[in-house]
């Protein structure tokens, strides 16, 4: 991954950092690093996450899925343990990897009514194995497998915790079975079973993810001048220390409209805690040009947009047509066209004062999301690190799970009685 600060300095944006920020900056970051590498070494817990290239076996994970014979996969699982997955296998532009990570019993019937049960796997995934949404849809698709007659058993893989009530269902009926390894949050997994199963049953290489991982991993330097995903996490911070408190993620590659939603989950669900932490929104480049940007230019001066894109794609070239004013798309190609409103939303913002990253990579392709993956995962922890946050925990999003279960009739918590006192003062 290949960064451009220039557009988020002081002498382009307002708010933006100054050359002497920057230097600060640096210093808080050779610490932070230090903290990082030395979490990573000891697997602690969270810092674990960025050992996962070294530590996932792609060919563990191949052998796992190795007698299921699919064309489609179905991934049942939510937050971290559906975004990883869907973030990989759309980046490789796979069309058939289905998600059901929402409980809306319309969209739900939509989807298995659509569904080829006989050459589609269920790849069901719980860290905790106890997530409502997660196990209440496992129960459904096995149900709806069975009225179609088919044998779910023979097409389904779980990855859970050692224990919990995911994993007893898949000991019960002897499904194969991955581990979520240790000390690493939901969030934080795409590089392991969790993000892995369904792409390898789907027979994309994984081993080239984690080759991707392993080449941003092996980029994490105590310098910003040096290491990409550090640069973007401080600058994050610094900018949002100046009151860039939205971040707009805007891919400009449909195969990575995904990734904006994995990033969303990632910025809010780790950074937003003790009053601070950017508030991502996902955008699309071109298509959110046309709408988004108008804010993002013209509105307040509190937004940050990351601008990211491939450098090498294929292409298409757009035909000629004799009619005046469209001569000059006969000379371009579809890429063409797309690197133009790139650099025009960049120039845009610019000449606007509003700040903005360039992210570049190589390629969407398996190295390619693996090295982006894991870039950001440490452009996160690193921005943890400055804000003083406990990145790796989640309290506001335990407390919904909490409540959710204890309101449905399992067991009682201090959520659902909250929830509950708060219906008698309606
Ligand atoms: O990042 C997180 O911790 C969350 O988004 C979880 O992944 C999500 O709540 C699902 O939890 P589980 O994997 O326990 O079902």
């Not at 995934?125 to 023979?154: C, H, I, M, P, Q």
């Not at 013209?298 to 004799?322: F, K, N, Q, S």
């Not at 000059?328 to 890429?335: M, Q, S, V």
Request: charged share 25%; proline share 4%.
């Amino acid at each position: 991954m290949q960064l451009d600060i220039g557009n988020a300095l002081d002498s382009v944006a307002t708010p933006g950092v100054s050359t002497d920020a920057l230097d600060r900056l640096d210093d808080a970051v050779a610490d932070a690093h230090e903290t990082i590498a030395a979490g990573m070494s000891n697997a602690r817990f969270g810092y674990a996450s960025l050992n996962l290239p070294e530590t996932t076996s792609a060919a563990g994970i191949e052998r796992a899925v190795d007698s299921i014979d699919a064309d489609a996969v179905l991934t049942v699982g939510i937050g971290g343990s559906a975004l990883g997955a869907k973030t990989i296998t759309a980046a490789l532009g796979e069309a058939n990897h289905f998600l059901l990570d929402n409980v809306d019993p319309e969209a739900t019937n939509r989807l298995l009514d659509a569904l080829d049960f006989e050459s589609t796997a269920i790849n069901v995934v719980s860290k905790s194995g106890t997530t409502a949404e997660t196990l209440a849809n496992f129960l459904v698709v096995r149900d709806a497998y069975e009225a179609a007659g088919v044998d779910w058993t023979e097409r389904t893989v779980v990855t859970t915790g050692e224990s919990g009530p995911l994993a007893e269902l898949a000991a019960e009926e002897e499904l194969p079975k991955l581990a979520v390894p240790d000390g690493v949050p939901g969030r934080f997994s795409a590089l392991s079973a969790v993000g892995l199963v369904a792409p390898a049953i789907l027979g994309y290489d994984i081993e080239a993810v984690l080759d991707g991982g392993r080449e941003a991993r092996d980029s994490l330097t105590e310098s910003i001048d040096d290491c990409p995903a550090y640069a973007y996490g401080a600058l994050a911070v610094a900018l949002e220390r100046r009151g860039v408190h939205t971040n707009a993620f805007m891919p400009y590659a449909e195969a990575l409209e995904p990734f904006a939603e994995w990033f969303a989950q990632l910025w809010a669900e780790s950074l937003g805690k003790d009053g601070q932490g950017q508030t991502p929104a996902r955008a699309l480049g071109a298509t959110d040009q046309h709408s988004q940007l108008q804010l993002y230019r013209a509105g307040r001066h509190d937004t940050m947009v990351t601008l990211v894109r491939p450098t090498a794609r294929d292409d298409r070239e757009i035909p000629a047509v004799d009619v005046e004013g469209l001569a000059y798309l006969g000379d371009a190609t579809l890429g063409d066209l797309l690197d133009a409103e790139f650099e025009a939303t960049e120039a845009s913002l610019a000449a606007a004062d509003k700040p903005s990253i360039r992210v570049e990579l190589d390629r969407v392709d398996e190295h390619g999301i693996g090295d982006l993956l894991v870039s950001f995962e440490a452009a996160c922890i690193m921005a943890g690190e400055l804000m003083g946050v406990e990145t790796f925990t989640q309290p506001a999003v335990e407390w919904g799970k909490n409540a959710a279960r204890g309101l449905l009739g399992g067991e009682e918590t201090a959520e659902a009685a909250a929830v509950r006192d708060k219906r008698e003062y309606r």
